[in-house]
């Protein structure tokens, strides 16, 4: 079973840095993409970032460019989104997805 957690959100105000974790579980984590994805209130959800955990090949959209990076560390079958200069539209539940599957959501909310 897939399993997916994600971790990490709290309220920072804007400018701020967050690390979200997302630890997976119940599948072959070295052969396969990992990514995150938002959603704010009233919109749908947009993908953020993804990762191919086996060769590191990273993916953003435009309005995360040059702020996120995600990363894993494969010891830990963890993903990570370090999140920095973050803007009040960044603000949404941030959910990590693999293999058809998502986590629980975890919240950031960014202040003006």
């Known amino acids: 079973e897939v399993q997916l957690q994600a971790s990490g959100g709290g309220l920072v105000q804007a400018g701020g840095s967050l690390r979200l974790s997302c630890a997976a579980s119940?599948?072959?984590?070295?052969?396969?993409?990992i990514g995150w994805f938002r959603q704010a209130p009233g919109k749908e959800r947009e993908g953020v970032s993804c990762i191919d955990i086996s060769d590191g090949t990273t993916a953003y959209t435009d309005s995360v460019k040059g702020r996120f990076t995600i990363s894993s560390d494969n010891a830990k079958n963890t993903v990570y989104l370090q999140m920095n200069s973050l803007k009040p539209e960044d603000t949404a539940v941030y959910y990590c997805?693999?293999?058809?599957?998502w986590g629980q959501g975890t919240l950031v909310t960014v202040s003006s």
């Open positions: 997805g693999a293999r058809g599957s």
């Open positions: 119940g599948f072959t984590f070295a052969d396969t993409t």
